[in-house]
């Protein structure tokens, strides 16, 4: 099972970036396809970007396109999100998570988690 330890949420203006970091251990990093999630209050769980296990391939969610970078280092055993232009909407805790599956949009198949870094914009 891998442990998974977010990093880098904080205050950020609107329009303002921010880079969260997702550091992996105890298991193979790069089996896993992962993935950044997030969640607003009074609001479901959702994804944000995924990204398989080579780096390959990368999902995004219509809110984030264009404007949020998900990308990995497997000799690190670490993921990255740049968030660029953040908007109002944005705010919300941001979770990373892993799956040992291949399809980056099934959020069932995520089912090892980290404990969340929250963000906060200002505008």
């Known amino acids: 099972q891998v442990q998974l330890v977010e990093s880098g949420g904080g205050l950020v203006q609107a329009g303002g970036s921010l880079r969260l970091s997702c550091a992996a251990s105890?298991?193979?990093?790069?089996?896993?396809?992962m993935g950044w999630f997030r969640q607003a209050p009074g609001k479901e769980r959702e994804i944000v970007a995924t990204?398989?296990?080579?780096?390959?391939?990368?999902y995004y969610a219509d809110s984030v396109k264009g404007r949020f970078t998900i990308s990995r280092n497997n000799p690190k055993n670490a993921m990255y999100l740049q968030m660029n232009s953040l908007k109002p909407e944005d705010p919300a805790v941001y979770y990373c998570?892993?799956?040992?599956?291949?399809?980056?949009?099934?959020?069932?198949?995520?089912?090892?988690w980290g404990q969340g870094t929250q963000l906060t914009v200002s505008s």
């Open positions: 998570a892993a799956s040992r599956g291949i399809i980056l949009t099934d959020l069932a198949a995520f089912r090892s």
């Open positions: 105890g298991s193979t990093f790069s089996s896993y396809a």
């Open positions: 990204i398989s296990r080579s780096g390959g391939n990368r």
